[in-house]
């Protein structure tokens, strides 16, 4: 398996501002991926993010306000910026692999508060 | 539109006895299907899979069955163990794609009595 480590665990931000979550895995993957989950609700994905290009976001969401980056095949920066109340949730990062295809790793997850 | 449905937000199991937890999904192209427990303050743990081409997997106390005609799954604990009480998420893709882009259900909150 592989060890995924988030940094901050947790932050309260105002409004108006933006925030990078940092994403490190302990292996080289292909795959990462950024999830956000709402009080109360399941995991959502946001967007896969690939080591060289940019990266793919789902249906809801834009790269203006999720700016994502992939410098290399152990570590991804999602920002959430300019939040609002509506954004706080748990952001987790996760990784496809690294042996198999069949799993998903993720990282124990950041709780963000807006105010 | 919720694509995976766990429509129990919460089940109560006495310990020793059996957890079941059910998963209903929409979308005929999922193909690969997942479950995973989630404790407070951790990110969620892989448990166990199931592809399409199979109607049960086991793995110790762990068992996923798929009825495709249905178009649910279930997943199975026996002995249920205090240990246990966790969150549990199904999640499904499609495609050849194995783990990629999961569609996750709304969780069900497992507490195991003692």
């Known amino acids: 398996s592989a060890v995924i480590s988030q940094k901050p665990s947790r932050d309260i931000c105002q409004r108006g501002t933006s925030l990078t979550i940092q994403c490190q895995v302990d292996?080289?993957?292909?795959?990462m991926f950024w999830y956000r989950q709402q009080p109360g609700q399941s995991l959502t994905l946001i967007a896969t993010a690939n080591q060289g290009s940019e990266a793919t976001y789902e249906s809801g969401f834009v790269i203006d306000k999720f700016p994502i980056s992939r410098p290399n095949l152990t570590f991804s920066t999602l920002t959430v910026s300019n939040m609002s109340p509506e954004d706080s949730s748990i952001y987790l990062c996760?990784?496809?692999?690294?042996?198999?295809?069949?799993?998903?790793?993720f990282g124990p997850g950041t709780r963000l508060t807006v105010l | 539109d919720q694509q995976v449905k766990q429509n129990s937000p919460s089940l109560s199991v006495q310990e020793g006895r059996i957890s079941i937890l059910n998963c209903d999904y929409t979308n005929s192209m999922f193909d690969y299907f997942l479950w995973y427990k989630k404790y407070p303050a951790e990110g969620p743990t892989f448990l166990i899979s199931?592809?399409?081409?199979?109607d049960k997997n086991e793995d110790g106390r762990f068992t996923v069955f798929l009825n495709k005609s249905a178009k649910h799954l279930s997943l199975h604990i026996v002995p249920s163990q205090p240990g246990d009480s966790a969150v549990y998420f199904c999640?499904?893709?499609?495609?050849?794609?194995?783990?990629?882009?999961?569609?996750f259900g709304q969780g069900t909150r497992l507490t195991i009595n003692p």
């Open positions: 996760s990784v496809l692999g690294p042996v198999s295809y069949n799993e998903q790793f």
């Open positions: 999640a499904a893709s499609e495609g050849i794609q194995g783990a990629q882009k999961l569609v």
């Open positions: 199931i592809s399409s081409i199979k």
């Open positions: 292996s080289q993957v292909t795959m």
